[in-house]
C-alpha cells in the first residue's frame, strides 16, 4: 500500500492514476453511452485500448513543464477537458447519436439551442459514475494520500512518455486498418472513426479536415458561379416532349440494389435463372430498361451513387463526399426539389444504423423528411447481416411507414444483404445452387443476388396488393460493382470468357449496373442510350413534370436527344457509344472498340487520338467543375427562382413515429396517406414475405400500426 503511496506521489504516478481513471470511464461509456455496433472479440479488444494512447500523448504534455505547482494544474485542467469531452459527447450522443465534431463545438451556442429545454433530460441516473472519479482524486489529494511531487521531471522522460502514446497510436492505428481497411482514407462513418481510435483522434481528424474545407471554402466568392452557370447553359438537354410529366404528382420509389451489376440480369447459373423478378421486370413493357448504364462511384461506393442521384454533381475524387462534405454543404437536391415543386413528401429507408456514411447529416441538408434508419425496425439476434438488416425484413417492416406517408411521397430504399462478403444464411436460401467457382465471394453473390430477388419480388407484390403501385413511378438501380476486378477472372467462365482473355475492356464493362424506370402505362423497352449515374436526376425531375434548367446538374436526361452519351468514370476514364477510354499505369489512354473489345494503337490512327484528347478535355473539365462547386461549396452562394435554401436546423430524424402521426391528425379528412386513404385501416397485413425470422407473416408490423393508432387516440 505504501508502495502505491509512493508511486501516486510522484508526477509519472499520478499522471498514470489519471490515465486509468480516464480509460476506465471512456470504457463505460462506449459501453454504456455509445452504440459503437462492436462485433468480434478483435474490435472489442480495439474498443478497450484506444482511449491510452490519446490520453497518455495529451497529459505527457504537462510532464515538459518544469515548475511543479504549474504542471499539476496544466495535468488537471488537461483532465478537466478530457472528462469534459467525454462527457458532452454522451449528451450529444443522447440527442444526436453522433460525436461532437469542430464544428459542433466551435458552434457549441448553436447546439445547446439545439438540445434546447432537453438539455437537462438528457442526463440519466447512471452519470454520477462520470464524477466518481473526481470525488477519488479529491479525497486522495485531500487526505494526504497523493502528495504533489516538488521535483523537476527530466526531459528525457517526458519525452519518453510522449514517445510511448505515439507508439501505442501507432499499434493501435495499425490493427485499426487491418480490421478495417481504409478506415481514414473513406471514413465510412463518424462512429467507426471512434470505435477503431477513440474520441480525441476522431475530434482531431474532423478538427484538420474541418480547418482544410475551411480553407478552400473561404477562397471561394460568389461569382465563382458565373463559370459554372455559363457552362450549364451549354450543357442543357431539354427534355423529350413524350415522356416529360408522365410522372407528374406520382410517387416516387427509388430502390438502391446494393452492389448489383447489370450482369445478373436475365443471367442463368446451374440452369437456373438468377433473378426472375428483376428479368421480368426488366423486360416488361412498362418498363424503360437501360443496358449501357454505368456506375460512376468513387471511394465513396453506396454514398457516391446516393449523390448523384440525390445532387446531380459527382463524388470526390477521394473519400466520401457525404462524409468529407456533407454535414455542411448547400444541397439542392430531389428531395428538396420535390417537396417544393411539387409537394413531395420524402423518405429514406434503410437498415443500417444512421450516422454510416453520415446519411443522418446529409440527408437533413439534402431536404429530406423521414429517415427510418435501423432503429426503426426490429430486430433480432439474427435480423441484420454485416450492413444492416435483411432485404426482407427491412422492406416488408418499411410497409407500416410506407402507409403513413402523405402522397404523393418520394421515398427510397437502400437494400443491404447483397453487400460484399455476400454471405446469406442457409435459411434465407430458397435452394437455390451457387456456382462452383473455387472463389467464394464471386459464389455467394450469386446467392446474395438472388435473395434480393425475392425480396423485391414480394415487395412489388405488396405494392400492387395495396394500390400503390398503381400511383407510383418506381425506379431501380445497381449502386456500383460488388465483384472487384481482382474477383473477375474468377467470374469469367461464368460470362463465356477465359480468364487468360480477360482484360482492362472485360473490367469496364462489368461497371454496368441496371437502370429501369417502370410505371404503369409507360412506353418502356429496352433503351441502348449510354448514361450513368450523373443522369438519373434530370431524367427523373423531367419526368415528374420539373423543369431543370436552373438547377446545378452535370448529367443530362437519359431520355432527351441532347443528352451527352459520354460516360464519366470518377478516375477520369470514359466510355462513349462506340469506344472506351481507360488509362494504363502510366496515364496514357488505352482505347477498345466497344463492339469487339479490341484495343485500337492510337498512333495508327491519329483522327481517333484526336477526338480521344478532346473527349479526355470535356471528361476532366466536367469533374473539375463538379469538384470546384462541392470543395468550394458554390451552392451557398446560388439559390435558383423560386427555390427556398433547406434548412437543416428544422429537421430530425429522433420520433419519425409522432411526426407521421402528429401530419396525419393536423390534416384530418384531407390526409393522402395511404392507411387514411385507406379508410384508416393498415394495409400490412397484405405484405407477403417468406423471411424465415417471421413464420410467413408479420403480425409484428401490425401491431405497430396499433401504436401508431394508439398514440393518434391519445393525442385527441
Ligand atoms: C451501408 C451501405 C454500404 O449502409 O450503404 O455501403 P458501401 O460499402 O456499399 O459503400
Ligand atoms: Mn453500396
Request: charged content about 20%; hydrophobic content about 35%; overall charge negative.
Amino acid at each position: 500500500m505504501n508502495k502505491l503511496k509512493y508511486i501516486l506521489s510522484k508526477r509519472l504516478g499520478f499522471m498514470s492514476l489519471l490515465i486509468f481513471l480516464l480509460w476506465i470511464k471512456t470504457i463505460i461509456a462506449y459501453y454504456l453511452d455509445f452504440s459503437l455496433g462492436v462485433s468480434d472479440p478483435l474490435q472489442h479488444l480495439i474498443l478497450i485500448i484506444n482511449p491510452i494512447a490519446t490520453a497518455v500523448i495529451l497529459l505527457s504534455i504537462a510532464l515538459y513543464i518544469n515548475r511543479s505547482k504549474v504542471s499539476y494544474i496544466v495535468i488537471g485542467v488537461i483532465y478537466i477537458l478530457e472528462s469534459i469531452l467525454l462527457y458532452g459527447n454522451i449528451l450529444y450522443y443522447r440527442e444526436f447519436s453522433d460525436f461532437l465534431s469542430f464544428n459542433t463545438i466551435a458552434g457549441a451556442t448553436k447546439v445547446s439551442k439545439g438540445l434546447g429545454s432537453s438539455a437537462t433530460n438528457l442526463i440519466q441516473s447512471h452519470d454520477f459514475i462520470y464524477d466518481l472519479d473526481f470525488i477519488i482524486i479529491a479525497i486522495l489529494l485531500l487526505t494526504h494520500y497523493i502528495k504533489i511531487d516538488p521535483r523537476p521531471m527530466r526531459k528525457l522522460t517526458a519525452i519518453a512518455t510522449t514517445f510511448l502514446g505515439i507508439f501505442l497510436f501507432s499499434f493501435n492505428l495499425t490493427i485499426a486498418e487491418c480490421n478495417r481497411p481504409q478506415l481514414l482514407g473513406r471514413t465510412f462513418d463518424r462512429a467507426y472513426i471512434v470505435k477503431y481510435l477513440g474520441l480525441n483522434t476522431f475530434l482531431a481528424y474532423d478538427s484538420i479536415k474541418t480547418v482544410q474545407n475551411n480553407q478552400v471554402r473561404s477562397e471561394a466568392v460568389g461569382t465563382d458561379m458565373d463559370d459554372v452557370l455559363s457552362y450549364l447553359n451549354q450543357n442543357y438537354a431539354k427534355p423529350n416532349p413524350s415522356y416529360y410529366g408522365k410522372a407528374k404528382g406520382k410517387n416516387i420509389i427509388v430502390i438502391h440494389l446494393e452492389s448489383f451489376q447489370q450482369f445478373l440480369i436475365n443471367d442463368k447459373v446451374n440452369g437456373q435463372e438468377v433473378t426472375p423478378f428483376l428479368n421480368s421486370l426488366y423486360n416488361d413493357k412498362n418498363t424503360m430498361s437501360f443496358d449501357n448504364f454505368y456506375h460512376e462511384v468513387g471511394q465513396g461506393k453506396t454514398s457516391d451513387a446516393e449523390n448523384m442521384l440525390e445532387t446531380g454533381l459527382f463524388g470526390l475524387p477521394e473519400g466520401s463526399l457525404f462524409s468529407k462534405l456533407g454535414s455542411d454543404n448547400t444541397f439542392q437536391a430531389a428531395p428538396a426539389i420535390l417537396g417544393q415543386k411539387e409537394g413531395y413528401t420524402s423518405a429514406v429507408f434503410h437498415g443500417n444504423i444512421g450516422s454510416f456514411w453520415n446519411r443522418d447529416n446529409v440527408y437533413k441538408n439534402m431536404g429530406y423528411n423521414y429517415f427510418f434508419d435501423s432503429s426503426y425496425f426490429n430486430k433480432t439476434a439474427d435480423s441484420s447481416l454485416e450492413y444492416g438488416m435483411k432485404d426482407k425484413l427491412m422492406l416488408s417492416e418499411s410497409a407500416k411507414y410506407l402507409e403513413q406517408l402523405q402522397q404523393p411521397f418520394y421515398a427510397k430504399f437502400i437494400t443491404v444483404t447483397n453487400h460484399y462478403p455476400f454471405e446469406l444464411p442457409d435459411e434465407d436460401n430458397d435452394g437455390f445452387q451457387a456456382p462452383d467457382t473455387g472463389n467464394s465471394a464471386v459464389n455467394n453473390y450469386f446467392l446474395t443476388a438472388h435473395y434480393l430477388d425475392n425480396a423485391l419480388k414480394e415487395f412489388f407484390d405488396y405494392l400492387k396488393s395495396s394500390g400503390i403501385y398503381d400511383n407510383s413511378m418506381i425506379v431501380l438501380y445497381g449502386d456500383h460493382y460488388g465483384l472487384s476486378n481482382s474477383q473477375n477472372p474468377d467470374l469469367a467462365p461464368l460470362l463465356g470468357v477465359d480468364a487468360n482473355d480477360w482484360t482492362d475492356f472485360n473490367n469496364s464493362q462489368m461497371q454496368k449496373v441496371p437502370f429501369m424506370v417502370h410505371m404503369k402505362g409507360l412506353k418502356g423497352g429496352i433503351n441502348h442510350t449510354y448514361g450513368g449515374e450523373i443522369d438519373v436526376l434530370p431524367t427523373l425531375l423531367h419526368l415528374a413534370g420539373i423543369n431543370t434548367k436552373q438547377y446545378v446538374e452535370l448529367g443530362t436526361d437519359l431520355l432527351s436527344k441532347e443528352h451527352k452519351q459520354i460516360v464519366i468514370f470518377r478516375n477520369k476514364n470514359f466510355i462513349t457509344p462506340n469506344y472506351t477510354v481507360l488509362k494504363d499505369s502510366d496515364g496514357n489512354p488505352e482505347v477498345f472498340k466497344n463492339k469487339t473489345g479490341e484495343q485500337i494503337d492510337l498512333d495508327q490512327n491519329p483522327v481517333l487520338k484526336q477526338k480521344v484528347a478532346k473527349w479526355q478535355k470535356y471528361v476532366n473539365d466536367k469533374l473539375k467543375l463538379s469538384d470546384t462547386i462541392n470543395n468550394k461549396n458554390l451552392l451557398r452562394f446560388y439559390t435558383p427562382s423560386g427555390f427556398t435554401p433547406v434548412d437543416p436546423k428544422n429537421q430530425s430524424y429522433q420520433n419519425e413515429i409522432q411526426k407521421l402521426v402528429q401530419t396525419r391528425d393536423q390534416l384530418g379528412l384531407k390526409s393522402t396517406s395511404v392507411y387514411s386513404q385507406n379508410n384508416d385501416k393498415s394495409t400490412t397485413d397484405l405484405y407477403n414475405t417468406d423471411a424465415p425470422e417471421l413464420n410467413g407473416d408479420r403480425t409484428d408490423i401490425d401491431s405497430w400500426s396499433s401504436i401508431l393508432k394508439d398514440t393518434n387516440d391519445s393525442s385527441k
